[in-house]
């Protein structure tokens, strides 16, 4: 019913969802959509995530697509990101792609990445 192929994406499957009355104290990371209604003390490393209206993540952000409808305390790190008009981000935005709705809260850096450079592999030699 809520898998990502249904939306079009690569078929990650069913989202894991925080309940509204949920708070999770640890961080959450793995290869999934994640859709967060509750509250989430640590960080977050998924495919894709979705902050809720009423949602609080206090934490750093590092997802492929991130929406914001709800509070981040924390940096984002995101390929896609996404602010709605009642999101209100406390910290710096790393991006590929941004896009901020009329009314939305941020207070921090906004940080265009370009994506060649974040594909970049730094190799250095110890020989002179």
Do not use: W
Request: proline share 1%; hydrophobic share 40%.
């Amino acid at each position: 019913m809520f898998s990502k192929n249904e939306r079009g994406g690569a078929g990650k499957g069913v989202p894991s969802i925080i309940g509204a009355n949920l708070t999770v104290n640890g961080n959450l990371d793995g290869e999934a959509v994640i859709q967060v209604e509750g509250a989430v003390e640590g960080d977050v490393h998924c495919d894709d995530l979705t902050v809720g209206r009423e949602a609080k993540v206090r934490g750093q952000i590092e997802c492929d697509s991130v929406r914001v409808h709800g509070t981040v305390i924390g940096e984002i790190r995101g390929r896609c990101v996404s602010l709605t008009a009642s999101a209100r981000v406390i910290g710096d935005i790393v991006h590929e792609e941004l896009s901020i709705e009329a009314g939305a809260y941020v207070e921090g850096q906004l940080l265009r990445r370009d994506a060649q450079q974040s594909r970049l592999n730094l190799v250095v030699n110890d020989e002179i």
